[in-house]
């Protein structure tokens, strides 16, 4: 119970240091979320979504789950991306994963974990789906890593392919979804090249974002 007394304390500080900056800060906050970004990333706990960015909360809508998969029957992450983009009008989706993620790592080495195992099937296609190229990898580390940007890129066309991203880019809204990596060891974003912003760009930008990691 002393651990959770000491996260309420530092809620309390926390609280107590925003108020000093800014007196109406939660009072403005309470009115509305009003952010430009939606963040689809890992669940890793050293991988804190607004903090990296230096972003206040409202400015960044959040959803995150083990390897930051985005699954085209999981109702939970179309939901936020849906409520995201039609109804807070987000105008960038950013997937960001990261290097040395435990879930890719588990996935890549067919470990027997559980109920997860069944979830990182997904990232297992990914790494078939891309054997020749993970093969040329002799180091473990690297060819971990590896796989770690192109399971961005492929969350990226899986974002792009939903019938949220098509029906908002058929009504003409501005919206471009992005795939980023995080360094834990240097605490660095890296841009992965991908960025798509319409139904026409989706083959081009995959490969040109895959050939790159030839």
């Given at each position: 119970?002393?651990?959770?007394?000491?996260?309420?304390?530092?809620?309390?500080?926390w609280?107590?240091?925003?108020?000093?900056?800014?007196?109406?800060?939660?009072?403005?906050?309470?009115?509305?979320?009003?952010?430009?970004?939606?963040?689809?990333?890992?669940?890793?706990?050293?991988?804190?979504?607004?903090?990296?960015?230096?972003?206040?909360?409202?400015?960044?809508?959040?959803?995150?789950?083990?390897?930051?998969?985005?699954?085209?029957?999981?109702?939970?992450?179309?939901s936020?991306?849906?409520?995201?983009?039609?109804?807070?009008?987000?105008?960038?989706?950013?997937?960001?994963?990261?290097?040395g993620?435990?879930?890719?790592?588990?996935?890549?080495?067919n470990?027997?974990?559980?109920?997860?195992?069944?979830?990182?099937?997904?990232?297992q296609?990914?790494?078939?789906?891309?054997?020749?190229?993970?093969?040329?990898?002799?180091?473990?580390?690297?060819?971990?890593?590896?796989?770690?940007?192109?399971?961005?890129?492929?969350?990226?066309?899986?974002v792009?392919?939903?019938?949220?991203?098509?029906?908002?880019?058929?009504?003409?809204?501005?919206?471009?979804?992005?795939?980023?990596?995080?360094?834990?060891?240097?605490?660095?974003?890296?841009?992965?090249?991908?960025?798509?912003?319409?139904?026409?760009?989706?083959?081009?930008?995959?490969?040109?974002?895959?050939?790159?990691?030839?």
């Amino acid at each position: 119970m002393k651990e959770l007394e000491d996260l309420l304390e530092k809620n309390r500080v926390w609280s107590e240091g925003i108020k000093a900056q800014d007196s109406e800060f939660f009072h403005a906050l309470a009115k509305q979320q009003n952010p430009r970004y939606l963040w689809i990333g890992c669940s890793d706990s050293r991988v804190p979504a607004t903090q990296l960015v230096g972003l206040q909360p409202g400015e960044m809508f959040v959803h995150r789950n083990v390897a930051n998969l985005v699954v085209h029957t999981d109702f939970n992450c179309l939901s936020v991306m849906q409520f995201a983009v039609d109804v807070l009008g987000v105008s960038h989706i950013i997937v960001c994963g990261h290097y040395g993620c435990g879930g890719v790592q588990a996935a890549m080495q067919n470990l027997q974990l559980g109920l997860i195992d069944n979830w990182l099937r997904h990232v297992q296609d990914v790494m078939h789906n891309h054997a020749a190229l993970l093969a040329k990898v002799d180091d473990e580390t690297e060819r971990l890593n590896k796989l770690c940007e192109l399971n961005v890129i492929e969350q990226v066309l899986n974002v792009s392919r939903t019938t949220v991203m098509q029906n908002a880019w058929s009504r003409g809204q501005e919206l471009a979804v992005h795939g980023w990596i995080y360094g834990i060891k240097d605490g660095l974003l890296r841009d992965l090249d991908i960025c798509i912003t319409n139904q026409n760009e989706l083959s081009a930008a995959y490969e040109k974002a895959v050939n790159a990691s030839y």
